[in-house]
């Protein structure tokens, strides 16, 4: 496979309200089905039990807000290209993102066997996703042990994550907060290969990426400019380029294990080949 | 049940290395369980399954580390009494905690089905725990889809305050952060009655509250004054006293919802008489 092709394969030029007619649901869920089988080794009893599943595909516009108790009320994601935060307002308007969920990825996974509070989702880009009624996943978990092992695997997925962006809301300096979190979505992204740089496309403003770090946007502004001054990365509209992965990571002190809890993903790619 | 009663029932006075010996697994183990089945329900197949399981009664003194690759590995636990935190250390030593754990709550959860990473953990007391094979916790719940339930639901409600911490860190000022962990941690600590006030054991010291928020220590202890010039917390030793829990809460912005997924164990207590 060439980079170009690849590179257009793991940064999906995200999809046109139009496309979304073009998309069929059946061929979907299989492809889903097919990579998390990837992934996990399914057998093949648990791949029909994931294919018999009811499944909505759904098409949200860019920049809408969505609710955990209204739009997403006992429905589970999985998005298949776009982008969407998850987000809380304090009581004075200010925003915090808690979470990002990039394609492949369950979205309001937390409210499978609980009520997980009320959460506002943001569609940060047009997005199309899979969209399965919670009590439907609750029961393949009950009833497949293969698929509890799969969600909570991808649970414990997120919550590390949530540990993760505690550490760095914490402890880091902008200029490192902004770091970790462009080479964790670089990664999420799916944009890293074999090669030592990376570019891929970032469909957030400074402001998303402020209310992501808690720092305010000038200081986001200040230390997105640090970086591209010691040439660690470079923007180009909604693109970025980072030249070496490995010398960012160094300067940011960014660690990938936390993204790669089932050690597959990762494999063969620059991170695995350097000795972090 | 007198006030003064329900204060040393909920508010252990933590007990010394000696009463190590006085403390019965097997008893313990059917408290416990009996807990769980107070607030979940359980049926008595599912209590035996889990008193079936072989068990450990640990003693950690207070003020260790312990790692969740080494005297962790392949267990959770089951605080019985005392306090236990989740940190990490950056590269240049700074240390920022994650996670705190409770009595009656299970710590290393998030290994249950996944490679968690590594952790350091801190026991802030001497703690008693009941420890549990990992892989025996997996199989309750692969073969009791009760405990697969419970399990869930705990993680769920780990993963909620990770969420909320992220909020804590990255919007609110130094005197509301301090203000709700303390608020989190007299509702976590059992603390909270039907009265308006309260007064709980905080066994951390003040640099444990500022690597918690991600202040410095003087900016903790900024706070602190702060909240203590407007009367809105007394702090003598190691004991915090609330006047009017109402108030701070109003005050600090704090919101206990997140604290309280399954809707019972904040039944009857002041936060549901007012209306927040």
Redesign the interface.
């Given at each position: 496979m060439s980079v170009f092709f690849k590179f257009l394969e793991n940064n999906t030029v995200h999809r046109r309200e139009n496309d979304y007619q073009l998309v069929d649901p059946v061929k979907e869920h299989k492809i889903i089905c097919e990579k998390i089988s990837n992934r996990f080794s399914l057998s093949n009893k648990s791949k029909y039990a994931f294919e018999s599943l009811n499944v909505d595909l759904i098409f949200f516009r860019a920049n809408k807000n969505l609710s955990t108790r209204k739009e997403l009320n006992r429905k589970c994601l999985i998005i298949i290209d776009g982008l969407i935060s998850?987000f809380?307002l304090?009581?004075d308007g200010?925003?915090?993102i808690?979470?990002f969920y990039f394609p492949n990825e369950f979205v309001n996974l937390?409210s499978?066997?609980?009520?997980?509070?009320e959460y506002e989702l943001h569609t940060h880009t047009n997005c199309i996703a899979l969209s399965f009624q919670t009590s439907e996943l609750a029961t393949l978990?009950?009833s497949c042990?293969e698929w509890?092992?799969i969600l909570?695997?991808e649970?414990?997925?997120?919550?590390?994550i949530?540990?993760e962006?505690?550490?760095n809301?914490?402890?880091?300096t902008g200029v490192e907060q902004i770091g970790n979190l462009l080479l964790e979505i670089a990664i999420r992204s799916k944009a890293i290969t074999d090669a030592r740089n990376v570019e891929f496309r970032l469909p957030l403003t400074q402001i998303d990426l402020a209310?992501?770090?808690?720092l305010s946007p000038v200081h986001t502004n200040r230390s997105l400019k640090i970086l591209k001054s010691m040439s660690m990365l470079e923007i180009s509209g909604r693109r970025v380029f980072i030249e070496d992965i490995h010398k960012l990571s160094n300067y940011v002190?960014f660690d990938p294990?936390?993204l790669d809890?089932?050690?597959k993903t990762l494999n063969n790619n620059i991170f695995l080949c350097r000795n972090f």
């Open positions: 998850k809380r304090s009581r200010k925003r915090h808690t979470s937390s499978l066997f609980s009520d997980s509070g978990a009950k042990p509890a092992h909570w695997q649970f414990a997925q997120e919550f590390a949530a540990q962006w505690l550490i809301l914490g402890q880091r209310d992501t770090v808690g002190g294990n936390y809890l089932n050690h």
